[in-house]
């Protein structure tokens, strides 16, 4: 298993930066080898992923943050990050943190997500 908490989150104003983290507790073997992803979720709105990050590195953004935001994990410490520049009112949301998300022995079957953080840009 694996807990997730999410911290960084806040509120700027647009056009200003924010460096959010997920800190992985429990198995390592998840973190590093299963996929990882930062999703939010604007109210009213579905839970969409931003960006993610395969046990190979191989990332992946949402067109909307594409050359804006940057996922990366650090494996000895067991976190995730995702720095995000000019930022936008749009942008506004709970950012969560996932985990197991790519799936496929011996990976879990299940995907586990941290608490949220808030994200509010102003403008």
């Known amino acids: 298993q694996v807990q997730l908490v999410e911290s960084g989150g806040g509120s700027v104003q647009a056009g200003g930066s924010l460096k959010l983290s997920c800190e992985a507790t429990?198995?390592?073997?998840?973190?590093?080898?299963?996929?990882l992803g930062w999703y939010r979720q604007a109210p009213g709105k579905e839970r969409d992923m931003v960006s993610t990050?395969?046990?190979?590195?191989?990332?992946i953004y949402v067109d909307s943050v594409k050359g804006r935001f940057t996922i990366s994990q650090d494996n000895a410490k067991n976190i995730l990050y995702l720095q995000m520049n000019s930022l936008k009112t749009e942008d506004t949301a709970v950012y969560y943190c996932?985990?197991?998300?790519?799936?496929?022995?011996?990976?879990?079957?299940?995907?586990?997500w941290g608490q949220g953080t808030q994200v509010t840009v102003s403008s």
């Open positions: 996932a985990a197991g998300i790519t799936g496929g022995w011996p990976c879990p079957s299940r995907v586990y």
């Open positions: 429990g198995s390592g073997y998840i973190f590093s080898n299963c996929g």
């Open positions: 990050i395969s046990g190979r590195n191989t990332t």
